[in-house]
């Protein structure tokens, strides 16, 4: 089952294995794949392919970590190991820092290996035309119409299967392309993308001067929001006991919370087509352009499920609104430069 976890494309049960993270205490040095493959006891073949997906980290120090298994460490001797690392390699923290491996690396002893051995797919990414995403491309920047289902950026254990890398391999680039700004992996729209850092670093400048980057979306509701400014707070990355990490909505501030502010400027009744209604959405629905007015993570999702209109096919915010928790999920989301209303980028 385990070739399942790197097969490409994903098959029906990469899904399924669920999440799997060990971590190694190099007792004996070599290449990385082989220093996994005989700790977890899992062919070379498919460790190297671990590394090839970008779900192998690793340090020369063992980092702190308090309470956590590491194979092949007597935790009674771990503050050593540490502290005899440290004093080999020199007092630089980064060594302790575990970073993603780019290569098979060599791997001396007492080195601290992560390996997330069953990684996160996103099938869509071998489904769609990566080249007939690109909007614009620039020698400084690509501009994409992100597909739903693929994150923009890489996830901790997963390097291939994102925007950054499926784009540049599109465009015949040989390293991943440069984040700019990120939307939620299941949104579609408009994504700009950096080849270099100058530009990447003058484009953060640019979203951070008020008004001059406009950001619409078109999000897809049961019953139809107010139009006009909705202003609340959030805490972001809110942790309860048996949910998902999440956005809280709060109708006025908290502790720790920010505050979020977003425009309907228009709701119109639409009609779904039969691939929508076969999933059970209703129609007609209702569809809102909406101006978002500050970035906090999942805020359209979190903001209208809030206001008791969860986007349709929300797997995450429409039950946490039905169970009377504040938050949201599913936009299609356009970044524009101008007032001009943007194009609906529907991924049906």
Known sequence: MYLHAVAVPPTQHSASLGPRVEHIL????????????????????????????????WCPVPPVRPGAAIEGQDP???????????????????HSQPQRARADVHVDTNAYVRVHVHPKRFPNAYKVDWKARIVHAAQEFVV???????????????????????????????????STHR?????????????????VAAFNELLRLPGAVQKFYRALTKSPPPTGALVHYVTVGKREKGLPAHTEVHGSAVEGSQRCELEVLSVHCTELAPCATALGWPSPAFESLILLKTGRTHQIRAQLAAEGHPLLGDTM???????????????QGVEETSEKDPQCLCGC
């Open 26 to 57: 190099v007792s004996d040095p070599g290449k990385l794949s082989e220093v996994i493959a005989t700790a977890l006891d899992l062919p070379q073949d498919f460790t190297k392919e671990l590394i090839r997906f970008g779900a192998v980290h």
């Open 76 to 94: 009674q001797e771990g503050g050593l190991t540490r502290r005899n690392g440290i004093a080999r390699i020199n007092r630089n923290p980064g």
């Open 144 to 178: 994409i119409n992100k597909p739903p289902g693929v994150p923009v950026v890489p996830t901790v254990d997963n390097i291939l299967e994102s925007c950054l890398a499926c784009t540049a391999q599109a465009i015949g680039e040989s390293s991943p392309l440069l």
């Open 183 to 199: 939307l939620d992996t299941c949104t579609e729209g408009l994504v700009v993308l950096g080849r270099k850092r100058e530009f």
């Open 317 to 331: 915010y429409e039950p946490l609104a039905s169970q009377g928790h504040s938050s949201t999920r599913t936009s």
